[in-house]
């Protein structure tokens, strides 16, 4: 079974930019779409983006869309989040998950959940 492994949050300044990586280990995400949430606290697990298993197909947030990028690297097993121009709001602990042959925004969708990374915004 796959095991996601969630890094490269941190603190950082409204307008700087972040890049998570979401790494699969025990099996690749080959063949799989692969998602990223958020949870902020008190609030619900958040849909952020996804990617489709050839790469070619992306879903994203409305509150994302033009400043996150996600990608992925099947040779490393590494699906990425490039968060550019952050701001207060984007707050929050981020996790990625498999989609299966999925890339919706429905969480319910995903299964193998990594740990999360926390990512803090200050104005």
């Known amino acids: 079974q796959v095991q996601l492994v969630v890094s490269g949050g941190g603190l950082v300044q409204a307008e700087g930019s972040l890049r998570l990586s979401c790494l699969a280990s025990?099996?690749?995400?080959?063949?799989?779409?692969v998602g990223w949430f958020r949870q902020a606290p008190g609030k619900e697990r958040d849909f952020v983006a996804a990617?489709?298993?050839?790469?070619?197909?992306?879903t994203y947030a409305d509150s994302v869309k033009g400043r996150f990028t996600i990608s992925r690297d099947d040779a490393k097993s590494t699906v990425y989040l490039q968060m550019n121009r952050l701001k207060p709001e984007d707050t929050a602990v981020y996790y990625c998950?498999?989609?299966?042959?999925?890339?919706?925004?429905?969480?319910?969708?995903?299964?193998?959940w990594g740990q999360g990374t926390p990512v803090t915004v200050s104005s």
């Open positions: 025990g099996r690749t995400f080959s063949g799989n779409a």
């Open positions: 998950a498999v989609g299966g042959d999925y890339y919706g925004s429905s969480a319910y969708r995903y299964y193998g």
């Open positions: 990617i489709d298993w050839s790469g070619s197909g992306t």
